[in-house]
Nanobody, 125 residues
Framework: VQLQASGGGLVQAGGSLRLSCATS????????MGWFRQVPGKEREFVAG????????YSEDSVKGRFTISRDNAKNTIYLQMDSLKPEDTAVYYCAASSRATYSAVRQVRDYDYWGQGTQVTVSS
């Protein structure tokens, strides 16, 4: 499974961005998908996840009500709509695929099998 993240950029606080993650390879809906983020000197942290069917989504508390994860299985793509962005959302964002997350919520980095290359999101104050 190959993953390609895109959509990052520079935005002012309060603005919005939509990240995309295009995948190729094995059966896309057989994998749960997730978005993570990382800042220099810190561990990669979970942001949001979605089941293989797309019916179940879950997210980290600090982004609830602001970020929305979704997927289009016909296009083999997931999205992260980020609204009301804050400077503390600045990070490199990674998409990832997990065979363990097809039906269950999975938040640990170690439980994801495949990773995209990351896309930088910078929120200015």
């Amino acid at each position: 499974v190959q993953l390609q993240a895109s959509g990052g950029g520079l935005v002012q606080a309060g603005g919005s961005l939509r990240l995309s993650c295009a995948t190729s390879g094995r059966t896309f809906n057989g994998y749960g998908m997730g978005w993570f983020r990382q800042v220099p000197g810190k561990e990669r942290e979970f942001v949001a996840g979605i089941s293989g069917s797309g019916r179940v989504t879950y997210s980290e508390d600090s982004v609830k009500g602001r970020f929305t994860i979704s997927r289009d299985n016909a296009k083999n793509t997931i999205y992260l709509q980020m609204d009301s962005l804050k400077p503390e959302d600045t990070a490199v964002y990674y998409c990832a695929a997990s065979s363990r997350a097809t039906y269950s919520a999975v938040r640990q980095v170690r439980d994801y099998d495949y990773w995209g290359q990351g896309t930088q999101v910078t929120v200015s104050s």
